[in-house]
């Protein structure tokens, strides 16, 4: 901050240095408080288990309907037995709409790049997945392939508050008494 208010008298140039170093500082605050959680975290402790799907008969309309009945903004698509297919985003259902129409095939327009990931995997290497595809989910699986769960920066997010808030929260110790 001394930096960036010396910049505002003297050289404009240190301003620009104090913003890149406050943001590079925030990037690995959060880089630690990820690795905080991380040790000892599982997917099936901050995996979405209510979600809605797609069949792979299902069309862009479909995909709208549920986009506008739920608050899901990732679906994912299964077939009979319930293994992955693929993923519509809101991004992806909005694009298939202007590009396509809404009786376009899912399967023509659904994201097939999505990690799947054990649902005994650790989150920091499910997340290295995630990061590594730029996807904005992955879907968890059993032993038979089929989806349990779904992945997202979200939930992960509301563990990290979860955990600022209340220091004692450990995913998987759900039955440690609370602080007298």
Do not use: C, W
Request: no cysteine; proline share 4%.
């Amino acid at each position: 901050m001394a930096m960036g208010i010396f910049g505002l008298f003297f050289n404009p140039l240190l301003i620009l240095i104090a913003i890149f170093v406050y943001f590079a500082a925030e990037t690995e605050v959060q880089g630690n408080e990820l690795q905080a959680i991380s040790d000892g975290t599982s997917v099936a402790d901050v995996m979405i288990t209510s979600f809605a799907t797609l069949g792979p008969q299902a069309r862009v309309g479909d995909a709208v309907e549920l986009l506008l009945a739920t608050s899901q903004s990732e679906f994912p698509v299964v077939d009979k037995a319930g293994r992955f297919e693929g993923l519509m985003t809101r991004e992806g259902i909005v694009q298939a709409m202007r590009e396509r129409g809404t009786n376009a095939p899912i399967l023509g327009v659904m994201r097939r790049d999505i990690p799947t990931v054990d649902v005994r995997s650790h989150i920091d290497a499910s997340l290295r997945l995630m990061q590594d595809a730029s996807a904005p989910a992955a879907a968890v699986v059993d032993r038979s392939q089929r989806v349990v769960g779904l992945m997202n920066y979200e939930t992960i997010r509301e563990l990290l508050m979860l955990r600022e808030a209340d220091e004692q929260f450990l995913p998987g110790h759900r039955d440690r008494q609370p602080r007298q």
